[in-house]
């Protein structure tokens, strides 16, 4: 089915550790978002990619780092994680198709100990 | 970007009419209307999006006056099935890079 995909979809990391979030879509959509959601709170913005090789900060985007490696893949990395990046993070993407909104992946669930 | 506000909860009953209305005073001309819908542990969900006068899908549908500063979503004949948070949000989605801002949304509860 078409959509967003992330891995891993759980990850439990030592403080200090780092990884990366691989975030796929498959509607040749231009634009792509990384999000972060804290428990009882909206989404909050980390960084985005408007088009292939262009990336810019969201909300909060400190101890994040981001690749657009080609159209399809935006991936997130934490090169130090912190106890205060536990969180869910979602991908999304959105371009021109059926709609104008955003397709958001079934997010990766990170706790940070 | 245009704030968004909405009511942080809302209850029904199953069979019921729900409208959820969300101001958003400081829409831009180019700006959209648009609303998801996040069940727990999940992504948000595209659910009906609008730019003026009314949109209906199978899902439900969308109320947006003609100074557009307020939207209303309608849910007909809700169910259990339908508890979950829900975001409005306006943006210009027709150009790249749209970030959009979620707010924390409506926590819609449906009972029996």
């Known amino acids: 089915n078409a959509g967003v995909t992330q891995t891993p979809k759980f990850q439990v990391l030592k403080t200090g550790q780092s990884m990366t979030l691989q975030c796929a879509q498959d509607m040749n959509h231009n634009s792509m978002y990384w999000y972060r959601q804290d428990p009882g709170m909206g989404l909050r913005l980390i960084y985005y990619?408007?088009?292939?090789?262009?990336?810019d900060k969201g909300e909060v985007p400190n101890g994040y780092n981001v690749s657009r490696l080609n159209k399809r893949e935006f991936s997130l990395r934490l090169e130090s994680a912190a106890p205060s990046q536990t969180s869910v993070y979602f991908c999304?993407?959105?371009?021109?198709?059926?709609?104008?909104?955003?397709?958001f992946g079934s997010g990766t669930r990170l706790t940070v100990v | 970007l245009a704030k968004t506000t909405q009511p942080i909860s809302m209850d029904s009953y199953e069979g019921q009419e729900v409208n959820i209305t969300c101001s958003h005073n400081n829409i831009a001309t180019n700006d959209y209307i648009t609303w998801y819908q996040q069940f727990p542990s999940q992504g948000p969900r595209f659910i009906i999006q609008g730019y003026k006068t009314k949109v209906t899908n199978e899902v439900a549908s969308l109320f947006i006056p003609a100074d557009r500063k307020s939207s209303t979503l309608s849910l007909p004949r809700v169910s259990l099935s339908d508890t979950a948070v829900y975001y409005c949000l306006v943006g210009d989605p027709t150009g790249g890079g749209n970030k959009l801002t979620f707010g924390t949304g409506t926590q819609l509860k449906v009972e029996l």
């Open positions: 999304a993407s959105s371009g021109p198709g059926q709609h104008y909104g955003y397709t």
């Open positions: 990619s408007a088009s292939e090789g262009t990336t």
